[in-house]
């Protein structure tokens, strides 16, 4: 199964991140994420779009969280991981994408993963799904294909591909669509 998941924030100690998300300490939040995390096996796919974790011991705690994975996991540059770019250290199954954007086809959806939101998008005229973070479940003044994967009090996820499948059935057409 593929999965997706943004912002983690990975010992993130700023109230702002742990107490949106309904928890009452950081540790109480970073127990439910490594919880969630590591219940992807071997046989799943993840794409972290951005922000690992944030601080002074970010580099330390992104290599923690992410040595934590079984899964293949890709990660996406967000704006808080320069640290962890500027190392990129081989581990196993994780790949750094160094760049924002990452064009993929899953399950044969068209997809743009991205750590910020896009107002438009490859090939979104045509349908093509928009997944990305950096907003932390914020309403944005545009609709579409388009959703926020990163955890909330409403869903902690990871969000699977079925998940999003299910999300976008429920939103309305990309505002640039064309008409076949």
């Known amino acids: 199964m593929v999965y997706f998941t943004a912002d983690p924030h990975y010992k993130h100690d700023k109230e702002f991140i742990w107490k949106k998300r309904g928890f009452s300490s950081m540790e109480e939040h970073d127990e ?3 919880y969630e995390l590591n219940n992807l096996t071997e046989l799943d796919t993840l794409y972290i779009l951005g922000d690992v974790s944030f601080g002074k011991d970010a580099l330390k705690n992104s290599l923690e969280l992410l040595s934590t994975l079984r899964c293949m996991t890709y990660v996406i540059r967000g704006n808080h991981d320069k640290k962890l770019f500027n190392v990129k ?3 196993g199954l994780v790949r750094f994408v160094d760049s924002h954007i990452l064009e993929e086809t899953i399950c044969g959806q068209k997809m743009v993963l991205s750590h910020y939101p ?6 979104s005229h045509y349908g093509s799904w928009h997944i ?14 388009m959703l926020d994967v990163a ?3 409403e869903f902690f996820g990871p969000y699977s591909f079925y998940d999003v499948e299910k999300k976008m059935k429920e939103l309305p057409d990309n505002w640039d669509l064309v008409e076949k």
């Open 32 to 34: 439910k994420l490594l």
């Open 132 to 145: 990305h973070g950096h907003v932390h479940g914020q309403k944005l003044p545009i609709v579409g294909k």
């Open 118 to 123: 896009l107002v438009s998008w490859h090939q």
């Open 151 to 153: 955890p909330t009090t």
């Open 89 to 91: 250290p081989k581990m």
